[in-house]
């Protein structure tokens, strides 16, 4: 089955504790992408990846790094979460080279910094 | 600068009855908009898009979406609303001046509730 898997999907943790939310695709997708959902925001894109080692910024990536090692995972990074951090976070991905295919998304990371 | 907006914070529709979730957007060039959905404690699903062609564009769970440039408009629409078609439902549109990056503009979304 063709999907977005994210881990863990429930996370409370501390301010200042590190965490890694990790992200899988299985459809050999290049493109993926990081948002978080808050309300009366909507999604905002963290950070997005077109291939394997290039990544770049969104339009909220202050507090949040990524990675691309491989073509199927795209981990989302928090060195040091705050309270604002807390958020509902997804992970996409879609394919081709082209701005007009779907993004298919995880089932989402709800994220509590105390 | 663009933009998507989704006017109506919820939608209440009675079972059976047709349904409408409206959305105007603003960008420069021709648009690429798309509507997704989101059920509870769930990821966005894909319903439809519109790239080019045929305005009336029809998608998943017999959803369909009309094109209109001279309104710069993207209303959903479905003919016979159902109970399970409550759910948060979201326009977006490509940032064309976002280059290579895929990103999407997206709409604050749209609550719909199919009563019995």
């Known amino acids: 089955e063709a999907q977005v898997t994210q881990n863990p999907r429930y996370l409370i943790t501390v301010t200042g504790k590190k965490l890694t939310v990790t992200c899988s695709q299985n459809?050999?997708?290049?493109?993926m992408s990081w948002y978080r959902q808050d309300p009366g925001l909507g999604l905002r894109q963290i950070y997005y990846?077109?291939?394997?080692?290039?990544?770049d910024k969104g339009d909220v990536p202050e507090g949040y790094k990524v990675s691309r090692k491989e073509k199927r995972n795209f981990p989302l990074i928090l060195e040091s979460p705050s309270p604002n951090q807390t958020s509902l976070y997804f992970c996409?991905?879609?394919?081709?080279?082209?701005?007009?295919?779907?993004?298919?998304f995880g089932p989402g990371t709800r994220l509590t910094v105390l | 600068a663009q933009s998507v907006a989704q006017p109506e914070d919820q939608v209440n529709v009675a079972e059976g009855n047709p349904l409408t979730v409206k959305c105007t957007y603003s960008v420069s060039g021709n648009p690429y908009l798309f509507w997704y959905v989101q059920y509870p404690n769930r990821g966005l699903q894909f319903l439809l898009k519109y790239i080019t062609g045929d305005n009336l564009v029809k998608g998943s769970y017999g959803f369909e979406a009309e094109f209109n440039k001279s309104q710069t408009s993207f209303h959903l629409k479905k003919p016979s609303a159902l109970v399970s078609d409550s759910a948060l439902y979201f326009c977006a549109v490509r940032d064309m001046g976002a280059g290579n990056n895929r990103k999407l503009i997206w709409g604050l979304g749209t609550s719909l509730a199919v009563n019995p």
């Open positions: 996409a991905s879609s394919e081709g080279t082209s701005g007009n295919n779907e993004q298919f």
């Open positions: 459809m050999n997708h290049e493109y």
């Open positions: 990846s077109m291939n394997v080692e290039v990544t």
